[in-house]
Antibody, heavy 119, light 107 residues
Framework: EVQLVESGGGLIQPGGSLRLSCAAS????????MSWVRQAPGKGLEWVSV???????YYADSVKGRFTISRDKSKNTLFLQMNSLRAEDTAVYYC?????????????WGQGTLVTVSS | DIQMTQSPSSLSASVGDRVTITCRAS??????LNWYQQKPGKAPKLLIY???SLQSGVPSRFSGSGSGTDFTLTISSLQPEDFATFYC?????????FGQGTKVEIK
């Protein structure tokens, strides 16, 4: 059974750093592209970053230069290092698995981890 | 970035109603369009991929159509468990972008 479990969220002051983890089971993270998607309170979905199977990474303009996506094959885990956090980064962060099916949808999502940036 | 615009932003409907949600892309995305359902406090769930393909395990009352810039999600007979927010998402270009969502509420 495919499962994604995020952790690492919490309350952090503006300018601080957090590292989110997404532990995968039932499949290999290196065999699928993996993304982080966030949702601010009461708002819609916003894509944050992707780690493609070949190792290339991309970021939303809103987080470029502050966030870094990575993966650990040995732990079958995806990470999101978030630096220089701002109030507008407050959101539930989901990791999502992308498929190689036509249109590459996100077919599995974690339960999300809440990041609150506030003084 | 490709902008995705959904309409309506919300709607009220009754159990048994036929419901249609539209999604328009700011440029042609061929058939690279996916639909998700999200219930409060839960992660999104994939319903339709590649504009019209039903994800495994999703009831057949859900269907999708369209290509190019205009797409629709149809629920043929709304059920109590279908009240939720629905999002379209394009995967034609990075960054993938979502519509703003359509909230389906009980009339």
């Amino acid at each position: 059974e495919v499962q994604l479990v995020e952790s690492g969220g919490g309350l952090i002051q503006p300018g601080g750093s957090l590292r989110l983890s997404c532990a995968a089971s039932g499949f290999t993270v290196s065999s699928n592209y993996m993304s982080w998607v966030r949702q601010a309170p009461g708002k819609g979905l916003e894509w944050v970053s992707v780690f493609y199977t070949g190792g290339s990474t991309y970021y939303a303009d809103s987080v470029k230069g502050r966030f870094t996506i990575s993966r650990d094959k040995s732990k079958n885990t995806l990470f999101l290092q978030m630096n220089s956090l701002r109030a507008e980064d407050t959101a539930v962060y989901y990791c999502a698995r992308g498929t190689v099916t036509t249109a590459s949808p996100f077919d599995y999502w974690g339960q999300g981890t809440l990041v609150t940036v506030s003084s | 970035d490709i902008q995705m615009t959904q309409s309506p932003s919300s709607l009220s409907a009754s159990v048994g109603d036929r419901v249609t949600i539209t999604c328009r892309a700011s440029q042609s995305i061929s058939g690279y369009l996916n639909w998700y359902q999200q219930k409060p406090g839960k992660a999104p769930k994939l319903l339709i991929y590649a504009a019209s393909s039903l994800q495994s395990g999703v009831p057949s009352r859900f269907s999708g159509s369209g290509s190019g810039t205009d797409f629709t999600l149809t629920i043929s007979s709304l059920q109590p468990e279908d009240f939720a927010t629905f999002y379209c998402q394009q995967s034609y270009r990075t960054p993938p972008t979502f519509g703003q969502g359509t909230k389906v509420e009980i009339k």
